[in-house]
């Protein structure tokens, strides 16, 4: 299961419209090593959890239990893209069989929603992270650095991403101030 770069950005937008973006991992290095750092406690923390890649379990999740092992499959694509692939315009089921049960108009969403809007994951992971008590409202400004648990690299500077302009630095470590 892949996505495509159409689905990928609209997914990586919504991290950063939702005022997440300093926390998505700088790389795919970064990536791995907060994944196997999450793993290998057993729980998220603010320094090893990355939204984009949280949206993104959560996509294949979703996926698996829609379409079960062949969602695996290396000729699957896109989740969103094979998914949406299945139903009509009107969001019924596009098998034309007449006993199907959601072969009425609206009884398929668009699978879309799971990128964009207040169903999506990156809604439930704004929320998540909420609740942990690692953002409040939009989410804090976090520099790179910090996110990722190097605060005595710190400058003091992050990216607001609602605002789009440079502003202080929100880590709650005081070691770089």
């Not at 009509?88 to 929603?113: I, L």
């Not at 005595?152 to 991403?161: I, K, Y």
Request: with cysteine; glycine share 12%.
């Amino acid at each position: 299961m892949r996505c495509c770069q159409r689905h990928w950005d609209m997914l990586r937008q919504e991290v950063i419209d939702q005022g997440l973006g300093a926390w998505i991992a700088s790389d795919g290095e970064v990536a791995v090593e907060q994944l196997a750092d999450q793993l290998a406690r057993g729980e998220d923390t603010k320094v090893n959890y990355d939204p984009l890649m949280s949206c993104w379990f959560m996509i294949m999740t979703r996926t698996l239990g829609i379409a079960g092992l062949a969602g695996m499959h290396p000729e699957f694509g896109c989740p969103v893209c094979r998914l949406n692939e299945k139903r009509t315009p009107e969001g019924a089921c596009a098998c034309g069989r007449p006993e199907c049960p959601k072969g009425s108009p609206g009884s398929v969403p668009d699978f879309e929603t799971w990128l964009v809007g207040p169903e999506s994951c990156v809604t439930a992971a704004h929320e998540y992270m909420r609740t942990r008590g690692w953002i409040e409202g939009d989410g804090p400004a976090v520099c790179p650095e910090c996110r990722q648990g190097k605060c005595g690299n710190c400058n003091g500077t992050a990216w607001d991403a609602v605002a789009d302009k440079p502003t202080s630095c929100a880590c709650p470590d005081g070691s770089h101030r």
